[in-house]
Nanobody, 123 residues
Framework: VQLQASGGGLVQAGGSLRLSCTAS????????MGWFRQAPGNEREFVAA????????VYADSVKGRFTISRDNAKNTVYLQMNSLKPEDTAVYYC?????????????????WGQGTQVTVSS
């Protein structure tokens, strides 16, 4: 499966952005999806994940209550709605996929990755 992330940009603190990740190549509805981010000098960190049927989601503590992951299997797309953005949310955001029914939170568990989209939050 190929993943294409989009929707990043520059936003002021307190603002919102919605990231999208569109998949092609195989039945999207069979894939668990996740969002990760990586800031300069830091390791890639987990942000949010959703099961293939959208029944379960999980979030990193740092984004809980501010970010929402969702998916539209008819459009082969997973979203990350980011509200109340903070400067520390600045990073390159990546979407990831794995053919599984599980809910995955570790980067090493995912098989496919998008190219990343830059999110910059100014103070």
């Amino acid at each position: 499966v190929q993943l294409q992330a989009s929707g990043g940009g520059l936003v002021q603190a307190g603002g919102s952005l919605r990231l999208s990740c569109t998949a092609s190549g195989r039945p999207f509805s069979s894939y668990a999806m996740g969002w990760f981010r990586q800031a300069p000098g830091n390791e890639r960190e987990f942000v949010a994940a959703i099961t293939s049927n959208a029944r379960y989601t999980v979030y990193a503590d740092s984004v809980k209550g501010r970010f929402t992951i969702s998916r539209d299997n008819a459009k082969n797309t997973v979203y990350l709605q980011m509200n109340s953005l903070k400067p520390e949310d600045t990073a390159v955001y990546y979407c990831a996929a794995r053919l599984t029914l599980a809910l995955l939170t570790s980067a090493t568990q995912y098989d496919y990755w998008g190219q990343g989209t830059q999110v910059t939050v100014s103070s």
